[in-house]
């Protein structure tokens, strides 16, 4: 079956620690995106690439960091940085870098810091 | 930028149509409308996607009028299983790339 694989479902980190999401999808969409959700509200992006090798900021990149070295693959860090890192995050693909091509979900990793 | 406008909640019981309406006034040409669902826990799940009049699939009907200023969602025959937050998106950030989120629609099915 295709789709996007998002590990681990449940993640905890102690604050001022780096922690990696991982994202890997087998649809060979061209486009990904990372979504950040919290309680009650709707989602919010985060950084989003293209093509592999390139990626671009969304709204609330700060603290985060991103790399897209495979078209399968695209993992997010959440730094130390990030001031409110608790959340529940969702990566997404399209199979092409258009606003008009639906968007493919994982099932998410929900981070808690404490 | 364009901005969507649902309805924060709506209730319905099993068996009903539940139609659901989302305003986007500064729809622009090229913007096409898409509606998602999304469980507790879980992904968003695309639902289905129109730019005019009536579009149909398996699980839902997307009705647009002829101004395109706003869009109804209609499920048919809902399930307790159909209860989840709908996003009516349309509205593009800023750079003109990707979708923006608001709070959706949460619906509540009744038994």
């Known amino acids: 079956d295709g789709g996007i694989t998002q590990s681990p479902k449940y993640l905890f980190r102690k604050e001022g620690q780096n922690v990696t999401l991982s994202c890997e999808q087998n649809l060979n969409h061209d486009a990904m995106y990372w979504y950040r959700q919290d309680p009650g509200q709707g989602l919010r992006l985060i950084y989003y690439?293209?093509?592999?090798?390139?990626?671009q900021k969304g709204d609330i990149a700060e603290g985060y960091s991103v790399s897209r070295e495979k078209k399968e693959s695209f993992p997010l860090t959440v730094t130390s940085a990030q001031k409110n890192p608790t959340a529940f995050y969702l990566c997404?693909?399209?199979?092409?870098?258009?606003?008009?091509?639906?968007?493919?979900f994982g099932n998410g990793t929900r981070l808690t810091v404490t | 930028l364009a901005k969507t406008t649902q309805p924060i909640s709506m209730d319905s019981y099993e068996g009903q149509e539940v139609n659901i309406t989302c305003s986007h006034n500064?729809?622009?040409?090229?913007?096409?409308i898409t509606w998602y669902q999304q469980f507790p826990s879980q992904g968003p799940r695309f639902i289905i996607q129109g730019y005019k009049t009536k579009v149909t699939n398996e699980v839902a009907s997307l009705f647009i009028p002829a101004d395109r200023k706003s869009s109804t969602l209609s499920l048919p025959r809902v399930s307790l299983s159909d209860t989840a937050v709908y996003y009516c998106l349309v509205n593009r950030d800023n750079y003109g790339q990707n979708f923006v989120f608001g709070p959706g629609t949460r619906l509540s099915v009744l038994p």
């Open positions: 997404a693909s399209s199979i092409e870098p258009s606003y008009n091509s639906p968007l493919h």
């Open positions: 500064n729809i622009a040409t090229n913007d096409y």
């Open positions: 690439s293209q093509i592999v090798n390139d990626f």
